[in-house]
Nanobody
């Protein structure tokens, strides 16, 4: 199993980035996919999630209206479009996969994890 994130980098406040995560080694279309982030000294938190059944999405209040999660099952890829970035969005962003029924939002409910990609928002 592998989740490979890409697209992180350094951006000015108000800028945009698009993260990608390519999955392999499991049946991607049968898993909820999530993006978490972890800032230094902070706990890892769920930013966005997309359900495998109907692509229903969930967003943390802090990113609602600025971030968009999407998936392409034909490419085994999940994306996170991040607009209007703020310094407080600075963190390592992790792609994750969950087979748990219901509404997985905690770290323990996710089965597979990527290595993370750094996003830094700074002037």
């Amino acid at each position: 199993v592998q989740l490979a994130e890409s697209g992180g980098g350094v951006v000015h406040p108000g800028g945009s980035l698009r993260l990608s995560c390519v999955a392999s080694g499991f049946t991607f279309e049968d898993y909820d996919m999530g993006w978490f982030r972890q800032a230094p000294g902070e706990e890892r938190e769920l930013v966005a999630r997309i359900r495998w059944t109907d692509s229903h999405t969930y967003y943390a209040d802090s990113v609602k209206g600025r971030f968009t999660i999407s998936r392409d099952n034909a490419k085994n890829t999940v994306y996170l479009q991040m607009n209007s970035l703020k310094p407080e969005d600075t963190a390592v962003y992790y792609c994750s996969a969950s087979r748990k029924l219901g509404f997985p939002i905690t770290v323990s409910e996710y089965d597979y994890w990527g290595q993370g990609t750094q996003v830094t928002v700074s002037s």
